[in-house]
């Protein structure tokens, strides 16, 4: 009977309601939830016969619900450093535990700060996660889960790392006087005094200090013999090869006619990394020397003015307290030191997919990758699709709390037209049961 379909009908209209009133109810409560995403109901007929005929029979209505997570909400400042904001397309890799047995989820929720253990987690309890950069800033993505770490900054309080580059910004008097019958070596042992001196300080793998001394003397036109020395005390072996004479590399450097930098011209030693054996015991890495480029003004220059310095830097050496986290656009994560100094330890991934609003939603602001939204792929932020990071700022839930109270009364008018329904079918039976009287 037609009466029943109209009935049932009604009850679906309740149900369908209730569901999209609960949509609402979620979007109003997380209105001010960090990154938060909100939903929408679709609905969508339930028609039991498409044939047009004299009987019709009511098939009713249905509530989709359909996360609108690909929709971006507003960026805020925010007064913490750790605190960051996705502009753009992408999602934080996270984990439920700082262990491999963590489940991995994905989240916009960028309000991490430092937990007692020293990990950034937000406030859902999620770990961010990164990959780990190595002294010279590089790391490796190899599109597995399983190479990200979870950050902790605090990890590198009182450890040591050791020097692996040493740079030289310097001017060698072009007016100085050649010197004749020098050899390679003079300067270290002391045979001949050179013309332009300065020392580096370098450090090994347990922050010991050493000191490099950088030795020149004109003994051409254009032409100067270089000598970089330490302390025979300090050096064991050179590239493997035992030394007491404390000489790590020796050679020529050539200058072009405009005082620029010739490294085509120059000795290869004097621009290859230094492999160095520390006299303690003390671990190392090999030494790369940036003295200036081939035809350039960046390093090593001559010209007719007093020899000088410009200046000098080597990385490594003992690492203090880690005072604050900055985060650049970029997804590099710095530990920043209490004597001001910094080092950049973590690179930030942005997961893409497909189909974001595939995405299974999971409690604590998260998702988790499914069928429909396709496997994530992750990369650099500003990359393949990514958006860019903001430090200092957190996503607004996306919600329009306008839009949603307007929601509200619609759905709260169209459950009372749908109980009129059941109610209006009920007096109708009632009427068809009193036949029988």
């Given at each position: 009977?037609s009466?029943?379909s109209?009935?049932?009908?009604?009850?679906?209209?309740l149900?369908?309601?209730a569901?999209?009133?609960a949509?609402?109810?979620?979007n109003?409560?997380?209105?001010?939830?960090?990154?938060?995403?909100?939903?929408?109901?679709q609905?969508?007929t339930l028609?039991t016969?498409?044939?047009?005929?004299?009987?019709?029979?009511?098939?009713?209505?249905?509530?989709?619900?359909?996360?609108?997570i690909?929709?971006?909400?507003?960026?805020?400042?925010?007064?913490?450093?750790t605190?960051?904001?996705?502009?753009?397309?992408?999602?934080?890799?996270?984990?439920?535990?700082?262990?491999a047995s963590?489940?991995?989820?994905?989240?916009?929720?960028?309000?991490?700060?430092?937990?007692?253990?020293?990990?950034?987690?937000?406030?859902?309890?999620?770990?961010?996660?990164?990959?780990p950069?190595?002294?010279d800033?590089?790391?490796?993505?190899?599109?597995s889960m399983?190479?990200?770490?979870?950050?902790?900054?605090?990890?590198?309080t009182?450890?040591?790392t050791?020097?692996?580059?040493?740079?030289?910004?310097?001017?060698?008097?072009?007016?100085?006087?050649p010197?004749?019958?020098?050899?390679?070596?003079d300067?270290?042992?002391?045979?001949?005094?050179?013309?332009?001196?300065?020392?580096?300080?370098?450090?090994?793998?347990?922050?010991?200090?050493?000191?490099?001394?950088?030795?020149?003397?004109?003994?051409?036109?254009?032409?100067?013999?270089?000598?970089?020395?330490?302390?025979p005390?300090?050096v064991?072996?050179?590239?493997?090869?035992?030394?007491?004479?404390?000489?790590?590399?020796?050679?020529?450097?050539?200058?072009?006619?405009?005082?620029?930098l010739?490294?085509?011209?120059?000795?290869p030693?004097?621009?290859?990394?230094?492999?160095i054996?520390?006299?303690n015991?003390?671990?190392?890495?090999?030494?790369?020397?940036?003295?200036g480029?081939?035809?350039g003004?960046?390093?090593?220059?001559?010209?007719?003015?007093?020899?000088?310095l410009?200046?000098?830097?080597?990385n490594?050496?003992?690492?203090?307290?880690?005072?604050?986290?900055n985060?650049?656009?970029?997804?590099v994560?710095?530990?920043?030191?209490?004597?001001?100094?910094?080092?950049?330890?973590y690179?930030l991934?942005?997961?893409?997919?497909?189909n974001p609003?595939?995405?299974?939603?999971?409690?604590?602001n998260?998702?988790?990758?499914?069928?429909?939204?396709?496997?994530?792929?992750?990369?650099?932020?500003?990359?393949?699709?990514?958006?860019?990071?903001?430090?200092?700022?957190l996503?607004a839930?996306n919600?329009?709390?306008?839009?949603?109270?307007?929601?509200?009364?619609?759905?709260?008018?169209?459950?009372?037209?749908?109980?009129?329904?059941?109610?209006?079918?009920?007096?109708?039976?009632?009427?068809?049961?009193?036949?029988?009287?």
């Open positions: 009977m009466l029943y109209a009935l049932y009908a009604g009850v679906s209209g149900g369908a309601q569901s999209a009133m949509t609402v109810a979620d109003i409560t997380n209105v001010n939830t960090v990154g938060y995403k909100g939903v929408s109901a609905f969508q028609v016969d498409g044939k047009v005929k004299s009987s019709y029979s009511a098939g009713g209505v249905t509530a989709t619900p359909k996360a609108l690909s929709k971006q909400g507003l960026l805020q400042a925010s007064t913490s450093l605190d960051i904001g996705i502009d753009g397309a992408g999602f934080f890799v996270v984990r439920s535990s700082p262990d963590g489940t991995i989820a994905y989240t916009r929720a960028g309000s991490f700060t430092t937990d007692p253990q020293g990990y950034l987690v937000n406030t859902a309890g999620y770990y961010l996660t990164g990959w950069l190595d002294a800033g590089n790391y490796v993505n190899n599109g399983s190479s990200l770490q979870p950050i902790k900054p605090n990890a590198l009182g450890a040591a050791p020097t692996t580059t040493v740079s030289m910004r310097a001017n060698l008097d072009s007016t100085a006087d010197v004749t019958g020098y050899t390679a070596g300067m270290t042992s002391g045979a001949v005094t050179p013309q332009f001196s300065r020392s580096v300080v370098v450090y090994d793998a347990q922050g010991t200090s050493h000191s490099l001394t950088f030795n020149y003397t004109k003994t051409g036109t254009n032409q100067w013999a270089a000598e970089i020395s330490g302390d005390a300090d064991a072996s050179v590239g493997g090869t035992a030394t007491t004479t404390g000489l790590l590399a020796s050679g020529t450097i050539s200058f072009n006619a405009d005082g620029s010739d490294v085509a011209g120059s000795s030693a004097l621009f290859s990394d230094l492999d054996g520390w006299a015991g003390a671990g190392s890495e090999p030494i790369s020397l940036k003295l480029s081939d035809d003004l960046d390093g090593l220059t001559q010209f007719g003015s007093a020899s000088a410009l200046n000098s830097s080597a490594g050496g003992m690492l203090g307290t880690v005072s604050s986290v985060i650049s656009k970029d997804g994560v710095s530990a920043v030191f209490d004597d001001g100094s910094s080092r950049a330890i690179q991934p942005l997961a893409t997919f497909a609003d595939g995405l299974t939603r999971i409690s604590g998260a998702y988790a990758a499914s069928q429909d939204s396709g496997n994530a792929s992750i990369n650099e932020p500003g990359s393949l699709g990514g958006g860019d990071l903001s430090a200092g700022t996503e839930s919600v329009d709390l306008a839009s949603e109270f307007s929601n509200m009364i619609i759905y709260q008018r169209a459950y009372s037209a749908s109980s009129k329904i059941i109610t209006t079918v009920d007096d109708m039976l009632q009427e068809v049961s009193n036949l029988k009287r």
